[in-house]
Nanobody
Framework: QVPLVESGGGLVQAGASLRLSCASS????????MGWFRQAPEKEREYVAAINWREGQEIFYADSVKGRFTISRDNAKNTLYLQMHSLKPEDTAVYYCAANVYGAMADTRPHNYQHWGQGTQVTVSS
């Protein structure tokens, strides 16, 4: 089991910024591919961003967040981040971090992630 705990969500107005964090106590955190996903009410979970094991070497973003969101990780702190700028009402969702313990590369497919956090709510008002 890889415990993942997200934090940093909240209620903000459109145009604001938030930084989400995902803390892991897994001792192998630095070797996992990690991702952020989100799920809005009555919608399927969707990929937001993914990063490989090596900080910043391989990163992918969904088109809907490209240029506004930045994924990063600090392997020394066992923490994954998602910096979000210029938030829009359509960004409203529960945000989840996920770990792929079988792959070190960035992966955009949720079924390739085995461990998930409990989620943190992000609500953007217009």
């Amino acid at each position: 089991q890889v415990p993942l705990v997200e934090s940093g969500g909240g209620l903000v107005q459109a145009g604001a910024s938030l930084r989400l964090s995902c803390a892991s106590s897994g001792i192998m955190f630095a070797s996992y591919g990690m991702g952020w996903f989100r799920q809005a009410p009555e919608k399927e979970r969707e990929y937001v961003a993914a990063i490989n094991w090596r900080e910043g070497q391989e990163i992918f973003y969904a088109d809907s967040v490209k240029g506004r969101f930045t994924i990063s990780r600090d392997n020394a702190k066992n923490t994954l981040y998602l910096q979000m700028h210029s938030l829009k009402p359509e960004d409203t969702a529960v945000y989840y971090c996920a770990a792929n313990v079988y792959g070190a590369m960035a992966d955009t497919r949720p079924h390739n992630y085995q461990h998930w956090g409990q989620g943190t709510q992000v609500t953007v008002s217009s």
